[in-house]
């Protein structure tokens, strides 16, 4: 089932009190970082907020800066009922393509909360397969739920350290900074160094690099 945007300046819990009403008990927002960048994972989220603990400020994760992040990621830990975090690396990304990878770690971080939701909100158009139970697709739904907004920033919070971790790993690239997005930096960084075992093979520059590397080596 698919909800398209309407005009909302911040998120609130009306979607998920509108779904309360048909009989959900535990409503699901999940949501996911990192489709886009040539580097890292695909993280995803899921989370069950209380709606008598819901932090004040749940966003976007774009639209907030790293510290407001941080503070609402741990807000959300110790007042949320259920979170789960999925990671997919990229040797998932390259075997299941990048909608594949996000819509598989999309389900299992649904079925792997603690809580068994009677409803899943979901940003995005598309209904992953495999949820533990119905699953609504909300246009937009991080910037209109709360509970998907929080599942953005759990996952932001999440890759963005995991990005921190690459980084360390190969500092040539400058992971840290740009998290893996394909910015000048990480451009001349992959013609100059080839890549690394933090990139997805199968996104376009990344694959041209490594015809380079072989065009080299051969």
């Not at 741990?74 to 789960?84: G, K, N, Y």
């Not at 932001?156 to 930096?185: E, L, N, W």
């Amino acid at each position: 089932m698919l909800f398209d945007s309407t005009i909302q300046t911040d998120p609130d819990y009306s979607h998920e009190l509108a779904l309360k009403a048909r009989g959900a008990r535990y409503v699901a927002g999940v949501d996911e970082a990192g489709r886009g960048p040539l580097a890292g994972p695909v993280v995803v989220s899921a989370v069950i907020l209380d709606p008598a603990l819901i932090p004040p400020g749940l966003n976007d994760s774009k639209k907030l800066t790293e510290e407001q992040r941080e503070l609402l990621f741990e807000q959300i830990v110790a007042t949320a009922l259920a979170i789960s975090v999925v990671v997919a690396p990229p040797s998932i990304i390259l075997s299941r393509n990048i909608r594949g990878a996000t819509l598989w770690a999309m389900a299992e971080a649904a079925s792997s909360l603690g809580i068994r939701p009677d409803r899943v909100l979901i940003d995005g158009r598309d209904v992953p397969m495999d949820l533990p139970c119905d699953g609504l697709a909300l246009i937009g739904g991080d910037g209109r739920s709360v509970s998907i907004a929080a599942a953005s920033i759990m996952a932001k919070v999440t890759r963005d350290r995991m990005c921190k971790i690459m980084d360390c790993d190969a500092p040539s690239f400058g992971f840290a900074g740009h998290k893996g997005y394909s910015t000048p930096q990480h451009m001349r960084a992959l013609v100059e160094h080839g890549p690394c075992r933090h990139h997805r093979e199968e996104f376009a520059p990344v694959a041209e690099a490594w015809e380079r590397v072989r065009g080299m080596v051969a």
